[in-house]
């Protein structure tokens, strides 16, 4: 398949506005009368991604995910919609995010994503998915489509 650049129907993405004082900073990653109910997070967890390394590309099924991309570090997102039913089948989309542009995404079912750190110091990325992963007490199968080693995979993280 040959990707165009443009953006995607249902991926939201938004600034993050870090609040400093002399204690440092405070930021609102998400607030429930701001987001839909379908994406309603259940959980949350933090990672540390290396430099170079990245993480996906996948996608799932049922499952949306909001990512605070807010720093420390810096990455480069890429994401594909890979649903056949939308208005932007087809589209790739690429944000640079992090220390210099703190953002939140929140990616929909069946748009394919991963993240890449493109700097020489760890990257700190938040989430707060709308579905419990591996379901209630873990027992569920996990709600995830990975692409990273698969061949002929048509999501290739570049950066």
Known sequence: MIWKEGKIDGVRIGPVNKNVDQRGWLAEIFRADEMPE??????????????????????????????????????????????????????????????????????????VHGYRNVLTTDAMVLNFPNRLFAGRGKK???DEIRYEDAKDTPFVMNG
């Open 38 to 111: 379908d994406a309603m997070p259940v959980m949350g967890y933090i990672s540390v991604t290396k430099p170079g390394v990245a993480r996906g590309p996948h996608e799932h099924r049922e499952q949306t995910d909001t990512f605070g991309f807010i720093g420390p570090g810096s990455l480069r997102i890429m994401l594909w919609d890979n649903r056949k039913t939308s208005s932007t089948y087809g589209t790739m989309q690429t944000i640079d995010a992090g220390d210099v542009n703190p953002v939140i995404v929140m990616v929909p079912p069946g748009v």
């Open 140 to 142: 569920l199968p996990v």
